[in-house]
């Protein structure tokens, strides 16, 4: 059940809850109007009689009191009985219409104060219009049990009809009074109505009242709240500029407040926004400006990139064939250092077979020269044998002169012959030795040419390659630059 209740208060609108919480209150009110009325109507009577016995025990304590005074002499019964019947005769109640009598029990009125003409009258044998003597009743009543109620129908001066009226007594013994008074059924139901007319009307203008009070309430109220509605609408949609009622100091008040804390925030994000927006125009423009300049310097760099590499293709290319004419100059040199080798190998055996003549006629010329050793030393020999034969020996010692100066010129020819072929062993040895070194840098040559022969082709392919990337890259390098100048467009 609590749950269902719970359910019910998030499920219905303000207006439904206070519609119900007055329609509530509305049956509460109601109920208790009428249920004020049935307890009023259920016990009219009952209180009209009470209220009927209160009078009469007014009036019978004032007699009783008087008439101490009778009995200690300081009032005369004629003065006593003169100022009560005053007195009873101003003693109306229920608006004019009741009003007290006093009969004794033989039915003599002795005051009357509706009817005047009535006192000193007997009413003892007066009927109503059932047959009943309900003076004699009053009698009866007030000797048996000294007070209470007798009904009776009479015709009710008012309205002229015959009503049921009642009557309420009180035995006064020592004067013999009935002091009584009584109130016609028809008067109680006019009160009644009366009463209950005056309560429905009461709650109608409660009612009535209560409605406009909550008309007016949720007029302002729902004015108030579609107020604020439409504030959080507008700030919804980002409009700030509009007009908080901070005058209320309801809830209505709180919630205005909270609205226009909302208001103040919005203003500032918007402000926010709206220098974030130019900061971030002010950055695009910035930005736009750099990258403009950054894609002219991009694309200027991509021209001369292009240009670098159609330049270093072009250059590859040119180095391609460079190389390839160092690779045949050098295939060609590795061919002349080899022909260099063999000839060097041929000038080394050439000149080792020459310094071998060189030593032969090193050894020929020693030879001759031991000849011309002994030739010069047998002319000398000749010469002294012709010197000892004298006339004799003279042509002799001629000859032997001739032979000496022909030994002579033959050993210094061998000693020049000598000294040339020692000079010529020596040039020999050092020109093998030079061959020799000029076929080891021959040699280290043709190593040299032949890795260089192979570093020359892997530099060609390499050199090739690159002409192919450079190609391509000159490629990218144009479309990059087309590219920036759409992006500039």
Do not use: W
Request: charged share 25%; aromatic share 6%.
């Amino acid at each position: 059940m609590i749950r269902l209740i719970k359910y019910l208060l998030r499920t219905m609108t303000i207006r439904t809850k206070l519609i119900l919480l007055i329609a509530g209150i509305f049956c509460v009110m109601v109920s208790s109007s009428f249920y004020m009325i049935y307890q009023k109507n259920s016990t009219f009577e009952i209180g009209k009689i009470e209220e009927l016995e209160t009078v009469i025990t007014l009036a019978y304590n004032r007699v009783e009191k008087l008439y101490k005074q009778v009995e200690n002499n300081q009032m005369s019964l004629d003065i006593m009985l003169e100022q009560y019947y005053n007195e009873i005769d101003d003693m109306i109640f229920d608006d004019g219409q009741g009003y007290i009598f006093i009969i004794d029990t033989k039915g003599i009125v002795q005051n009357h104060a509706a009817k005047p003409a009535l006192e000193g009258k007997s009413l003892y044998n007066l009927k109503d219009s059932t047959g009943k003597y309900f003076i004699q009743e009053f009698a009866n009543l007030a000797k048996t049990k000294g007070q209470g109620v007798i009904e009776y129908e009479f015709e009710n001066p008012k309205t002229k009809l015959i009503e049921t009226k009642v009557a309420y007594i009180k035995y006064f013994k020592p004067l013999d009074m009935m002091i009584g008074t009584g109130v016609y059924f028809g008067n109680m139901h006019a009160e009644q109505k009366h009463f209950t007319t005056v309560i429905v009307i009461e709650l109608a203008l409660i009612i009535l009242a209560v409605l406009i009070i909550f008309m007016i309430i949720f007029i302002d109220f729902k004015r108030a709240l579609l107020n604020l509605q439409g504030n959080m609408t507008d700030l919804a949609n980002d409009n700030i500029d509009i007009k908080i009622d901070m005058t209320r100091k309801d809830e209505i008040g709180m919630m205005a407040q909270c609205v226009k804390v909302f208001q103040e925030s919005a203003a500032e994000k918007q402000a926010l926004e709206m220098s974030t927006e130019a900061e971030k125009e002010r950055l695009e423009l910035e930005n736009k400006e750099k990258i403009q300049t950054i894609t002219s310097d991009v694309a200027n760099a991509s021209s001369i990139v292009e240009e670098n590499v159609v330049g270093i293709s072009t250059a590859a290319a040119q180095l391609s064939a460079t190389l390839e004419d160092i690779g045949i100059k050098v295939d060609e040199t590795s061919n002349m250092t080899m022909l260099a080798k063999e000839e060097a190998t041929e000038g080394r055996e050439t000149i080792h077979e020459l310094n071998i003549s060189a030593e032969k006629i090193g050894e020929v010329v020693k030879l001759i020269q031991e000849i011309a050793e002994k030739t010069n030393l047998l002319a000398l020999n000749a010469s002294i044998e012709a010197a000892r034969a004298g006339e004799e020996g003279r042509g002799f010692a001629v000859v032997a002169e001739e032979v000496k100066k022909l030994a002579q010129q033959t050993s210094s020819a061998t000693k020049d012959i000598t000294e040339q072929v020692n000079k010529i062993q020596n040039n020999s040895d050092n020109s093998v030795k030079s061959i020799e070194n000029i076929v080891t840098k021959i040699n280290s040559i043709n190593e040299f040419t032949q890795v260089l022969v192979v570093s020359m082709s892997e530099q060609r392919s390499a050199t090739n390659d690159i002409s192919e990337r450079m190609g391509q890259a000159s490629n990218s390098a144009r479309e990059v630059s087309d590219k920036i100048q759409e992006i500039r467009k």
